[in-house]
T-cell receptor
Framework: LAKTTQPISMDSYEGQEVNITCSHN???????ITWYQQFPSQGPRFIIQ???TKVTNEVASLFIPADRKSSTLSLPRVSLSDTAVYYC?????????????FGKGTKLSVIP | EPEVTQTPSHQVTQMGQEVILRCVPI?????FYWYRQILGQKVEFLVS????????KSEIFDDQFSVERPDGSNFTLKIRSTKLEDSAMYFC????????????????FGDGTRLSIL
């Protein structure tokens, strides 16, 4: 049974590094793992995407172990403006089709 | 930076009525998607569309739903006979090539249409 799991919420102080892990067993073999940020009343905003090992861009890093059963979004030195819901997006293969599946989201609250 | 735009921002419809939600994807993008988000819940995939046909669809996307790219710029989602449980935010997204499953192009989302069924 395809299931994507994230912590419901996390709190962090400004300036700290935040790591959010998404568990996703049996995702499609050739699929990329993507993370999005969502503010209230807005659509999801792309943060980072990867296939395996580590990917880094100007805002985040993404760590994906060799078995690809999980992925960890790392936000360095968070600020108040990083308060948002963070979602992983993966695809599951089944019955000749691929189902794009968002995690339930992790609500990050950054505290001054 | 190019954006995905959705209209209207809020749509109020009587139960049983047809509703059409409109989206203008980013101009050079080839793959288009609809998602919905019920208040307080996660974003759920509805359908992906490429080359004027549906590529993938979820169990949510039943016979009451249809999608169309009526011209070179718009992408629409039609709900034929709305139900109370269709009340949600509906997000359109687009990507340059196949995004998500088997693709390495991120999807760009609009800010959604809030659909309220009375």
């Amino acid at each position: 049974l395809a299931k994507t799991t994230q912590p419901i919420s996390m709190d962090s102080y400004e300036g700290q590094e935040v790591n959010i892990t998404c568990s996703h067993n049996n995702i499609a073999t050739n699929d990329y793992i993507t993370w999005y940020q969502q503010f209230p009343s807005q659509g999801p905003r792309f943060i980072i995407q990867g296939y395996k090992t580590k990917v880094t861009n100007e805002v985040a890093s993404l760590f994906i172990p060799a078995d690809r059963k999980s992925s960890t979004l790392s936000l360095p030195r968070v600020s108040l403006s990083d308060t948002a819901v963070y979602y992983c997006l993966v695809a599951y293969e089944g019955a000749g089709s691929y189902q794009l599946t968002f995690g339930k989201g992790t609500k990050l609250s950054v505290i001054p | 930076e190019p954006e995905v735009t959705q209209t209207p921002s809020h749509q109020v419809t009587q139960m049983g009525q047809e509703v059409i939600l409109r989206c203008v994807p980013i101009s050079n993008h080839l793959y288009f998607y609809w998602y919905r988000q019920i208040l307080g819940q996660k974003v759920e995939f509805l359908v992906s569309f490429y080359n004027n046909e549906i590529s993938e669809k979820s169990e949510i996307f039943d016979d009451q739903f249809s999608v169309e790219r009526p011209d070179g710029s718009n992408f629409t989602l039609k709900i034929r006979s709305t139900k109370l449980e269709d009340s949600a935010m509906y997000f359109c997204a687009s990507s340059e090539s196949r995004g998500g499953a088997l693709g390495n192009q991120p999807q760009h989302f609009g800010d959604g249409t809030r659909l309220s069924i009375l």
